[in-house]
């Protein structure tokens, strides 16, 4: 007789017949999560070395300073990207596994016996696409920031800085227009494209948004990176602890 083997939300948590290390990716995304939470949250409550010559911080940008605001301007800006991660289709899979194991692991025992997701504790996910507005307006004025990075004193010029911003934000849009809630704004709710408004406009755009949301997880991590790094390089400028290299 064949051998049944048990769902795995109906066995042991961590129960497995896997001998891989598949605890290794759930295990670093919650280290990695974690580290940047914790810097980001001290960074905003920091409220200081966020401008350094022409770089502003994207933690800080566009900067927003009113006398009736008594906390850090940060907190102004970044409820929008950090909802939009936050409820990402590909975060979320991230850290539902990570920090609730639910799964953990593809094959592996959960401690959960059902599944209610986006009905009930996490019903604020379904609010993706209105974060996505509002992710996109912070990226115009993180655009803005770049072209301002390659003033110096009112001259032409470019320093590391300049590319740190530059890239930060480029990996920033890969990873906003490579979002599964953009590639529906662009072609969703048509069956056929031919007969639809703009058709063929749509229709480019729609491929041009699912090639590079085929690399989704590539962009989310590394913008998450590249975002802190972006920060920190500003805010070490800022404090005098590094010089900002001139390159032109």
Same mark, same amino acid.
Not at 124 to 129: A, I
Not at 131 to 151: E, G, R
Not at 193 to 207: H, P
């Given at each position: ?35 940047? +939470? ?14 350094? @010559? ?81 992710? +996109?307006?912070? /990226? ?67 491929? @041009? +948004? ?25 805010? /070490? ?12």
């Amino acid at each position: 007789m064949e051998k049944t083997v048990a769902p795995a939300a109906m066995v042991k948590f961590g129960t497995t017949q896997r001998k891989d290390a598949w605890w290794a990716a759930p295990t670093a995304t919650v280290a990695v999560l974690t580290l940047f +939470v914790i810097y980001s949250m001290v960074r905003a409550f920091e409220n200081n070395y966020y401008i350094a @010559g022409p770089y502003l911080s994207p933690f800080y940008s566009p900067l927003l300073l009113f006398d009736w605001w008594p906390l850090s301007p940060a907190f102004l800006i970044l409820w929008a990207p950090a909802g939009f991660r936050f409820t990402c289709y590909y975060y979320r899979k991230a850290y539902y596994r990570a920090y609730a194991a639910h799964p953990f692991a593809c094959a592996v025992g959960e401690p959960h016996r059902d599944y209610q997701g986006e009905t009930k504790l996490f019903l604020f996910q379904n609010l993706h696409r209105f974060f996505l507005y509002a992710a +996109v307006v912070v /990226l115009f004025f993180l655009w803005h920031d770049v072209i301002k990075a390659f003033s110096f004193g009112g001259h032409f010029g470019m320093g590391f800085g300049t590319l740190v911003l530059l890239v930060n934000t480029v990996l920033l849009s890969g990873y906003t227009f490579s979002c599964h809630s953009f590639r529906h704004f662009v072609g969703g709710n048509v069956d056929c494209f031919s007969c639809a408004k703009a058709g063929r406009v749509r229709f480019k755009l729609w491929k @041009g +948004v699912s090639s590079i949301n085929e690399h989704h997880m590539l962009w989310a991590w590394t913008s998450l990176f590249a975002v802190m790094a972006a920060d920190l390089y500003v805010r /070490l400028v800022a404090c005098g602890a590094i010089h900002d290299l001139r390159i032109f």
